[in-house]
């Protein structure tokens, strides 16, 4: 069965969508706005006393050197901030990958965000947290103690995953968006694609598993911003926006959420 969404024009995918989207014109241009959106979120929540919260992913990455980049310029003090990453690969023995992991996310952020961010500004360690897969309840405790999250970002993956929620039609729309952190393994499809996009292509050195929030602590967040600029993210793109909702397309069940956005590039939105 064919689907048309998938044959849409920019004109036809912005007409009618079941989620918010906003067409950039570059890539650069989607990564600046999302740093932008986090710097102002700080900056406002500062000024009436507020703590931030972010759920941040490792894919996409641009936007954090124009993050770091403004957060030393303007002198952004990030003590009340809290930056909750979505999701990190594991061995086979269900343990973090280490650090030094070229796909490590934690080295990433370690290297690519803290460490670019003066000493004195950088939030403390504490408030910088991954999914743990030897308690998976501490995320949504984290969550639930700093009274929910203020944006989520991420990216969406081939089989429209969100951290790494991946496709699975066993559950009903509604025991999927329940669905809390967990350990999983990552699905042959993700491992492809991230070994071409990640990893030279080494698909079988790729990690086996992963721990990843669900999407109960996604929907927990007040905003959600999604960033796509890849060429098989224009039928992503259709279809999170037109598809019917379903655990077969993971992204499809934030369709209804009150403030979800999905920016994209000029490229994704041409066929």
């Known amino acids: 069965m064919r689907h048309d969404y998938y044959s849409y024009t920019k004109e036809q995918l912005l007409k009618q969508p079941k989620i918010h989207l906003l067409c950039y ?18 900056c406002k929540n500062e000024a009436q006393g507020k703590n931030t919260v972010f759920i941040c992913p490792v894919g996409p990455v641009g936007q954090y050197p124009y993050f770091t980049e403004e957060v030393n310029r303007r002198r952004l003090d990030l003590k009340n901030v809290w930056f909750l990453n979505m999701d990190e690969y594991l061995t086979d023995a269900k343990e973090w990958i280490d650090p030094s992991h070229p796909l490590s996310f934690r080295g990433f952020m370690e290297r690519e965000v803290y460490n670019k ?59 999927f968006r329940a669905l809390r952190t967990r350990v999983l393994p990552v699905s042959r499809e993700t491992q492809a694609a991230n070994a071409i996009g990640d990893f030279n292509g080494a ?35 259709r279809r999170a926006a037109y598809g019917e909702p379903s655990g077969d397309f993971p992204v499809t069940l934030l369709q209804e959420h009150s403030d979800i956005t999905i920016s994209f590039t000029e490229f994704v939105a041409q066929l």
């Not at 890539?27 to 102002?40: I, K, L, N, S, T």
């Not at 504490?126 to 969550?143: A, C, G, K, L």
């Not at 598993?209 to 109960?216: E, F, K, N, R």
Request: with cysteine; charged share 30%.
């Open 25 to 42: 014109e570059t890539d650069q241009d989607v990564f600046r706005h999302m740093a932008q959106e986090m710097v102002e979120a700080i």
């Open 117 to 175: 961010i003066d000493k004195d500004l950088v939030m403390p360690k504490e408030q910088r947290i991954f999914p743990d897969p030897h308690d998976t309840e501490h995320m949504m405790q984290v969550i639930e103690e700093l009274g929910g999250v203020d944006i989520c970002f991420g990216g969406i993956g081939l089989n429209g995953h969100i951290a790494f929620n991946e496709a699975d039609t066993s559950k009903s729309p509604e025991e």
């Open 203 to 237: 698909l079988e050195d790729m990690p086996n598993y992963c721990v990843s929030i669900g999407m109960a602590e996604i929907l927990k967040a007040k905003k959600i911003r999604l960033g796509c600029f890849r060429s098989w993210h224009r039928a992503v793109v």
